[in-house]
T-cell receptor, first 118, second 109 residues
Framework: GAVVSQHPSWVICKSGTSVKIECRSLDFQATTMFWYRQFPKQSLMLMATSNEGSKATYEQGVEKDKFLINHASLTLSTLTVTSAHPEDSSFYIC??????????????FGPGTRLTVL | GQNIDQPTEMTATEGAIVQINCTYQTSGFNGLFWYQQHAGEAPTFLSYNVLDGLEEKGRFSSFLSRSKGYSYLLLKELQMKDSASYLCAAIDSNYQLIWGAGTKLIIKP
């Protein structure tokens, strides 16, 4: 168990358009999901922490109006990149924290979504 | 501030043993992860240590010393497929992951 999926796997879009990325925990409930961004040859950078039923907590320097996060259920969080620009091209990865006892400290990662903005 | 240090790159020979070190400074500590990441893919979980000592899992072992703020990942009987980046990440008092920049491991035949 503990599988996290992301959709789409990769997306190419024109500058100025919006892109929605879905993150789903397939076989467990996740009260908390995390969104990361990774630029080439760099470490993962946490963008925001998403808690089910409440507003996301954004890291310093991440524009909450540009990166809209919705965590409407215990198995789904979405990240919408609004008015995407070429500098937003990156690898976006989500992870989910399992609510089950004993697994609270473990994060399960999705496969990532590669976004290319032309 | 919070900081994770690990070497940028290491090279080892197929069949050999390699140790990747990680030192951390965090606000509180709730454990340390090691992840493996192949190029273009999401990280995959390797180990989690919260108590001092060595945890062995097949060819991979992870060690933690909380008093020294130090961990290492030990890879034995190296295989070519072990060529990847290895990320060290510590959990702080808010249960946030603080990531290292990763160590790129190059395996040579």
């Amino acid at each position: 168990g503990a599988v996290v999926s992301q959709h789409p796997s990769w997306v190419i879009c024109k500058s100025g358009t919006s892109v929605k990325i879905e993150c789903r925990s397939l076989d467990f409930q996740a009260t908390t999901m995390f969104w990361y961004r990774q630029f080439p040859k760099q470490s993962l950078m946490l963008m925001a922490t998403s808690n089910e039923g409440s507003k996301a907590t954004y890291e310093q320097g991440v524009e909450k109006d540009k990166f809209l996060i919705n965590h409407a259920s215990l198995t789904l969080s979405t990240l919408t990149v609004t008015s995407a620009h070429p500098e937003d091209s990156s690898f976006y990865i989500c992870s989910a924290r399992d609510t089950r006892e004993g697994l609270e400290n473990e994060q399960f990662f999705g496969p990532g979504t590669r976004l290319t903005v032309l | 501030g919070q900081n994770i240090d690990q070497p940028t790159e290491m090279t080892a020979t197929e069949g050999a043993i390699v140790q990747i070190n990680c030192t951390y400074q965090t606000s509180g500590f709730n454990g340390l992860f090691w992840y493996q990441q192949h190029a273009g893919e999401a990280p995959t979980f390797l180990s989690y240590n919260v108590l001092d000592g060595l945890e062995e899992k097949g060819r991979f072992s992870s060690f933690l010393s909380r008093s020294k703020g130090y961990s290492y990942l030990l890879l034995k009987e190296l295989q070519m497929k072990d060529s990847a980046s290895y990320l060290c990440a510590a959990i702080d008092s808010n249960y946030q992951l603080i990531w290292g920049a990763g160590t790129k491991l190059i395996i040579k035949p």
